[in-house]
């Protein structure tokens, strides 16, 4: 089971997602139930629904790119760490993501920033469990994993 804990650090998400919390959790909910391997762990994580200011001040302080972006993620621990995780331990913190609302508030309707702002959790979610996209082998990857989880979310 993956569970979210949503944090809202600006007011003005609430205009596009009136509960981002209940939104994440029946998304997590028909994830939880068609991914095998969310059913033999228990998978934890913090998502951040912040602004233009605050991811910039992020990225520039742990990252030292002076500039806003889309999404963060800040995995917990190494993709080794993780390997060895998955047979020793029930339950794993993964780490935090963080969404910017200003990359994806221009869409034109609710339903486009719906599919945005899922397409953003889940490509953060990915990097959680150590999958990144510097190599064009490894985008291919994260990408097919991103579409299956969509798919999965969205049917």
């Given amino acids: 089971m993956i569970k979210i804990n949503v944090i809202t650090?600006?007011?003005n998400w609430y205009r596009f997602l009136?509960?981002?919390?209940?939104?994440?959790?029946?998304?997590?909910?028909?994830?939880?139930?068609?991914?095998?391997?969310?059913?033999?762990?228990?998978?934890?994580?913090?998502?951040?629904?912040?602004?233009?200011?605050?991811i910039k001040d992020?990225?520039?302080?742990?990252?030292?790119?002076n500039k806003t972006t889309d999404v963060l993620s800040f995995p917990f621990q190494t993709k080794q760490d993780l390997r060895r995780y998955f047979k020793?331990?029930?339950e794993i913190y993964l780490g935090d993501i963080?969404?910017?609302?200003?990359k994806i508030k221009s869409k034109k309707n609710i339903s486009e920033f719906k599919v945005e702002f899922d397409k953003l959790w889940v490509h953060g979610l990915i990097h959680l469990f150590g999958h990144d996209h510097k190599k064009k082998?490894?985008?291919?990857?994260?990408?097919l994993i991103e579409k299956k989880y969509m798919n999965l979310i969205n049917d």
């Fill in 9 to 11: 650090n600006n007011k």
């Fill in 18 to 54: 009136r509960r981002p919390d209940d939104y994440i959790d029946q998304k997590l909910k028909i994830l939880n139930s068609k991914e095998k391997i969310f059913l033999k762990k228990n998978f934890f994580c913090t998502l951040l629904l912040s602004n233009d200011k605050e």
């Fill in 58 to 65: 992020l990225n520039n302080k742990f990252r030292k790119k």
């Fill in 88 to 90: 020793e331990k029930k």
């Fill in 98 to 102: 963080i969404i910017n609302l200003n």
């Fill in 137 to 143: 082998k490894d985008f291919l990857e994260m990408s």
